[in-house]
């Protein structure tokens, strides 16, 4: 589902996700080579038009990975080794956007964030949400969160065996 829906479907996740990103303004993005082995690369993105979009230099490994195989995993940075904000991630699927007015958003998006924007060709990507989760240690307790539209969320807490 795009952005929006899953605004509607998970607003406590879609809430958390959205304050995340937009503070850091990157997150990491793990996509599948050739060979089958995990890529992580850093990613900008931009959440405008009821869609989070992930802009990339033209035909560059990660979006070269994206238009053969579109699964996709979005993962929050972590500030630090203690990450006391815990981890978010999102898993889905990467949608080539080459419709017009989406494009005009996003760049919209991305000269109102940084002052700057690309010029063609550049590749843009939508993210579809299939699942995704949070989770964070603190406190002497671990919380999770899990989402996917079949059992809505699930959220947890329960004591740290480590703590």
């Known amino acids: 589902m795009r952005w929006h829906e899953f605004q509607a479907a998970c607003p406590d996740l879609a809430t958390l996700a959205t304050e995340r990103f937009t503070r850091d303004e990157l997150v990491l993005l793990g996509t599948n080579r050739p060979n089958g082995w995990p890529?992580?690369?850093?990613?900008?993105?931009?959440?405008?038009?009821?869609?989070?979009?992930?802009?990339?230099?033209?035909?560059?490994?990660?979006?070269?990975?994206?238009l053969r195989d579109p699964r996709i995993s979005v993962h929050s940075l972590p500030p630090g080794k203690d990450n006391a904000a815990g981890d978010l991630k999102l898993y889905g699927r990467a949608v080539d956007v080459s419709d017009p007015d989406q494009r005009t958003a996003f760049l919209k998006a991305i000269k109102e964030r940084i002052d700057w924007a690309p010029k063609e060709p550049y590749n843009l990507f939508a993210l579809d949400v299939e699942h995704g989760g949070y989770i964070r240690f603190g406190d002497g307790m671990i919380t999770t969160w899990t989402w996917d539209?079949?059992?809505g969320l699930v959220k947890e807490q329960q004591p740290d065996p480590n703590d």
């Not at 979009?53 to 990975?65: I, T």
């Open 149 to 151: 539209p079949t059992a």
């Open 39 to 66: 890529r992580i690369s850093p990613c900008e993105l931009d959440i405008t038009a009821g869609q989070l979009f992930l802009g990339m230099m033209w035909q560059s490994w990660k979006a070269r990975d994206l």
